[in-house]
């Protein structure tokens, strides 16, 4: 038996709409403009926000402090259309097309909300992000997950990005990235690259303007990176880099030549490969751990994308000590065979 909704009085829609998940509400805005007015009045607030960008997927998910992301909203590309009768659907300000809808349980033991479109392009795309805008109040900063072979669609201006997910199995150019990045995004503040880059950092890179930045496969583009940073976090898997330059970097850090943010380096070396950590310290002024001078253990904060926090052990035979000369900062190298870290104290 239906539940006449609309004929209920406000103050009951809404506690009615409060206890919905986030998906039925979405459902329920799609079945008419009055029932859409109805969930939008319920000011239904969410977490952090991501939007998912993938030539053949389109998804809104939601995460929470340290909780996995958990999808509410997918817009699958399907172009022949079976299996359900596809339905009318108005999204956003004034898109329409035809869609099958039902939800669908996720390996959270979440449901979330599918809609099979024949076609997925910009308007899809553009008609979604206004839809959601119009429904949720959020006022936590929002994620962007994108596959690399998105970057160059059109896509909407999202508003208050604080991070960036780039995935996909193809090799990203730097000149795509540097495009995307090119549109609004001031508030980005953490960038996460798990797919192989090609091309070369120069100065005007808009990567150099991320203060927290992942690279999972960084290829040549990670010793240059490095070279150029200017923010604050940077982390790498599987980097080949020369002692020498990690030495170099030390040095401009000590003599106030560059890094001035410099917060975090820490990256993992290929499984063949061996650091020598007498060649990274090689004519360097260092110390050895002193409880009284700063603490033996930190916790990291990668401020990324679905990585947990953890904590690192500073002292041994494989830690030492630098000072920078202008302010007597100290930070701390961290280094085995194919694992390093410079950390400084704050």
């Not at 992000?129 to 929002?142: A, D, G, I, N, S």
């Not at 060649?279 to 260092?286: F, Q, V």
Request: with cysteine.
């Amino acid at each position: 038996m239906s539940i006449p909704l609309l004929h209920f009085p406000y103050v009951v829609q809404k506690e009615i709409f409060k206890s919905m998940e986030y998906c039925e509400l979405f459902i329920m805005s799609l079945c008419s403009k009055r029932m859409k007015y109805c969930v939008i009045r319920a000011k239904r607030k969410v977490p952090e926000l991501w939007y998912g960008v993938n030539p053949a997927l389109k998804f809104i998910a939601l995460q929470e402090g340290e909780s996995p992301v958990d999808v509410i909203i997918a817009f699958d590309d399907q172009p022949e259309l079976s299996g359900m009768k596809p339905m009318e659907l108005e999204i956003g300000d004034n898109f329409k097309t035809r869609g099958i809808v039902k939800t669908v349980q996720s390996t959270l033991d979440q449901e979330f909300c599918s809609i099979r479109l024949p076609k997925l392009d910009a308007k899809v795309t553009k008609a979604l992000h206004e839809h959601v805008k119009q429904l949720f109040l959020y006022t936590v900063p929002c994620g962007i997950e994108i596959d690399n072979n998105s970057l160059t669609e059109e896509l909407p201006v999202y508003e208050n990005v604080n991070r960036i997910h780039v995935t996909g199995g193809s090799i990203l150019e730097l000149n795509d990235l540097d495009t995307f990045l090119s549109q609004s995004y001031p508030n980005l503040g953490t960038l996460m690259i798990n797919c192989p880059i090609n091309g070369e950092v120069n100065d005007s890179s808009k990567i150099l303007e991320v203060s927290n930045i992942y690279l999972s496969k960084p290829g040549l583009v990670g010793a240059s990176l490095l070279s150029k940073f200017t923010g604050r976090n940077i982390v790498f898997s599987h980097l080949v880099i020369a002692e020498k330059e990690l030495n170099l970097f030390i040095r401009k850090w000590m003599n106030s030549e560059a890094y001035h943010h410099s917060e975090m380096v820490f990256f993992s070396a290929p499984p063949d490969y061996n650091l020598n950590t007498g060649l990274i310290i090689d004519e360097l002024e260092t110390e050895e751990f002193d409880p009284t001078k700063r603490p033996q253990w930190y916790q990291i904060d990668f401020k990324l994308f679905n990585i947990p926090s953890s904590p690192a052990d500073f002292s041994g035979d494989n830690c030492f000590d630098v000072i920078r000369e202008s302010d007597g900062k100290r930070a701390s190298i961290l280094s085995f065979s194919n694992f390093f870290m410079f950390l400084v104290w704050n």
